[in-house]
């Protein structure tokens, strides 16, 4: 069983080399490394051919839907060649050693496992509270109100079986995706399990992710996945 790590990126001129050599640094599994560049229009592509000739299981894929989280990565699991994918942000929030803990609980028998910031032995740190609280509230709540088996259904660090992927159909367009796909296993019968991870504060560069015009897409794939579950 071979993993692949999937790193969606948009203009991360100053972080996608930290970000790549940390990732061949930090994971031992074998795996190959896809950098989907989605739409740049500053040095990510350049940086990420260069380190191509470094590393032989690095490739550079392009989004060629329209820009946001969500195609590039639909763009990256469309064209992995293993069995197991998890993304991994590409301004080096999510903390690489959570990956081989994610893969032992798929050698388990799991479908889908969460990296968690809100249970014992996982963290976020810095950023904005507004966020924070959301993304608590809506790990909390789906938790206790739909028994999903993780407390942090918002956080985009998720390993998945490709059959996951393949076998559910995924309309958000935005970084809600991670709880949709999330959902919808969930409602497919696929077995989800989740281990603590530590998030930080991106340190470099900005970040494409905006609450009040993202909220909107996160409350209706919250409600959904309640309304699933009663009507």
Not at 106 to 122: F, L, N, T
Request: charged fraction near 25%; include cysteine.
């Amino acid at each position: 069983m071979k993993l692949s790590i999937v790193v969606p990126a948009h203009n991360e001129e100053e972080n996608i080399t930290d970000t790549v050599e940390n990732i061949e640094r930090a994971v031992s599994i074998e795996h190959e490394l896809l950098v989907v560049d989605d739409h740049s229009t500053d040095a990510t592509v350049g940086l990420v051919q260069g380190l191509c000739a470094k590393y032989s299981n690095l490739r550079l894929i392009s989004n060629r839907s329209d820009n946001g989280f969500a195609n590039a990565v639909k763009t990256g699991f469309a064209n992995v060649h293993t069995n197991v994918v998890v993304p991994v942000m590409g301004d080096l929030c999510d903390d690489l050693a959570t990956i081989e803990r994610m893969f032992r609980k798929i050698e388990e028998g799991y479908d889908v496992v969460c990296g968690a910031r809100y249970i014992k032995g996982g963290a976020r740190i810095g950023g904005s509270k507004l966020k924070g609280f959301f993304s608590w509230f809506a790990g909390k709540t789906l938790y206790y109100i739909l028994g999903l088996p993780t407390h942090d259904i918002a956080n985009a660090f998720k390993m998945f079986r490709k059959e996951v992927i393949d076998s559910i159909v995924v309309e958000s367009r935005g970084f809600e995706i991670s709880m949709e796909m999330v959902l919808r296993a969930y409602y497919a019968g696929f077995k989800i399990a989740e281990v603590p991870t530590v998030w930080r504060e991106r340190t470099k560069g900005k970040s494409s992710f905006k609450m009040l015009r993202l909220f909107p897409s996160y409350l209706k794939i919250y409600l959904w996945g309640i309304f699933r579950r009663f009507f």
